[in-house]
């Protein structure tokens, strides 16, 4: 599968509705991705479809890291991501094969074409997530027993940096703490895999996916039947239409942490709706009438880790955590997560205890 | 030359002199190194005489980092340090050839020894510092243009990591961070620099310098003349005698920061001190007079990069930061730092304004 400047609209897209709201503006991205190909003359970068990866394969994740709202503020000049690959390829003394989304969301998805056109290596259609998750163990390839580490972090200033940990809550510690020194956002190379285990461990088709969710948005918004395209496209359910009457945000610990709330209106009036989110929203909630300390009446609509995505009501344009803005008309859906993770201890690993949402819902 | 166990407690003894209060307790320090040479069966490690230094030599910098005060909780095993200094051998594709210390002070001058005594390698008669200093760009090898980076550092946990930062400041501040994650203390190894460079940019003679300065106080409190030992080993100047009346000092940013008060006695009665410190003493002034908000006969006595020691008043043994306790009776000291600090910027790197303490005195 070659994938084309042409392409990179629709996957921004589909990565932005996939991503429920985080891994960084996809228009960063899109703008990168777009730069990096027309500076190198690259034309296409090789998709390599998922059952054509080969045990002789040796993959490494490509990703941005740290708050998506510094995301946008810190914008990339489109070479740090390959000086992290280069800088884990000469620390492992292997080279890989294929780079990999580590998630599908926002900037990450595009990061390893970006990668891919700078380096001329090809990309796997498939990520660690199936989605996008705030932290690095946050995904299948940990699910399956795979180590983020030997995993390399660089800045824009060209800084550089390899974490060998004993974990990934290790690894997500360590590089939280340099992210947060390098001023909010770093440039990451991790979970180097050979082929036979990212088949097993990673999501299939998911860079298509997304692709594929892009393009029928764009061709629904066209034919006045985005919401449409939406459901067929990848099982979108409507749960709620409301006006964003406050947003909470703390760049706090390396993330983006808060919560939107929404009036209803349409079929949802009189109701108001509380999404939590740290970088990517996790907990869509009503909140009953009950008095002031009361819980009658709450109810958990949408849950991590399904996919909640939030729309801008009249485009059905998806709005991620760092656009959210006061006045906003939305439309939300949740998106049933990969099935790749329904496997014991994925709770633990993304549930919402493994985001101390839990007395959210009690 | 031959160091033996022997030695082990003149070196912690010289190093605590020298250390102006911090480089990690050295009592611990005497432990690993007693251990570590037991351990290998190892009855003397090398020290190469600092004019010994070759051409062809190749060196790199072992040592403890974080608050002193944490240090003498979270004690390692004596192995953490080897493992950080030779995934910075690994990484750089070079063995080296000898151990340096990086500081003398505290543990930090016993930590060399305990490589060499684990690994065989000798260990040089010179270090970076001539005393101790909190901050790993505060050295004379940076001062005279070499790069503390490459670095390793790791934890007893066996978690790894590799710095390869643009500047200094930048491999401090990362350090730093990761250290503060570890748990508030590291294992580095850092400054891979030639034997000509060393040479040119190290202090010589630091160790036996310790040592000596070490025996002679050991011999001076036996023969009831310790403080005259003290003078003639390192021209150490008198300067306060007074009971520890308060200690401030907070765990924060990774250092041990705060101050002593000292009330007078014998020839300093009705007088006042403050030794203000990060890690190492600093700073001390007298504290005049005058009234509440003037700063009217306030004079400072001592300042960095001269050491200042504080010494029980009775034993003559040094007390240093992570030691101090409220109703103390000490005699303090202040020793000329190695000359070798004596260059253009030296100020910027080691002076007050280096700490922020420059208002302290205007």
Not at 26 to 41: H, K
Not at 288 to 315: F, L, M, Q
Request: proline content about 5%; some cysteine; aromatic content about 8%.
């Amino acid at each position: 599968l070659p994938f084309r400047k042409a392409d990179i609209e629709g996957l921004a897209l589909g990565s932005a509705v996939l991503g429920s709201g985080g891994g960084g503006n996809p228009y960063i991205g899109s703008l990168l991705l777009r730069q990096s190909m027309e500076t190198e003359g690259v034309d296409e970068v090789r998709i390599v479809p998922f059952d054509e990866i080969d045990d002789s394969d040796f993959l490494i994740c490509s990703a941005g890291m740290g708050s998506p709202a510094i995301g946008i503020e810190k914008i990339p000049n489109g070479t740090e991501h390959v000086r992290a690959f280069r800088t884990l390829e000469a620390f492992l003394k292997k080279k890989a094969t294929i780079v990999s989304p580590i998630e599908i969301g926002g900037v990450n998805s595009l990061v390893p074409l970006i990668v891919g056109a700078r380096s001329g290596l090809p990309v796997a259609d498939g990520d660690g997530e199936g989605r996008a998750f705030p932290e690095l163990q946050m995904t299948t390839l940990a699910g399956f027993g795979y180590s983020a580490s030997p995993a390399a972090l660089g800045d824009e200033r060209i800084n550089g940096l390899i974490i060998d940990a004993i974990s990934d809550r290790w690894t997500e510690r360590l590089a939280r703490a340099v992210t947060t020194v390098f001023g909010g956002r770093a440039y990451v190379a991790l979970y180097p895999i050979e082929g036979a285990d990212y088949r097993r461990a990673a999501i299939p088709g998911t860079l298509s996916l997304a692709i594929g969710i892009g393009a029928s948005l764009i061709e629904g918004i066209k034919n006045k039947d985005a919401e449409d395209a939406l459901v067929k496209s990848c099982g979108a359910r409507p749960i709620f239409t409301g006006k964003l009457v406050d947003v909470k945000r703390y760049n706090t610990r390396g993330f983006a942490i808060g919560h939107a709330i929404l009036d209803g209106f349409e079929g949802y009036a009189h109701q108001r709706l509380k999404v939590s989110f740290q970088n990517e929203y996790l907990l869509a909630r009503i909140l009953g009438a009950g008095k002031s300390g009361e819980s009658d009446g709450h109810r958990t609509v949408a849950c991590t880790p399904d996919i909640i995505s939030i729309h801008d009501e009249s485009t059905l344009l998806p709005i991620t955590t760092d656009q959210l803005r006061y006045g906003m008309r939305c439309k939300i859906f949740v998106i049933p997560v990969a099935p790749k993770w329904d496997f014991e201890g994925a709770d633990e690993l993304v549930g919402l205890k493994a985001f101390n949402l839990e007395e959210s819902v009690t």
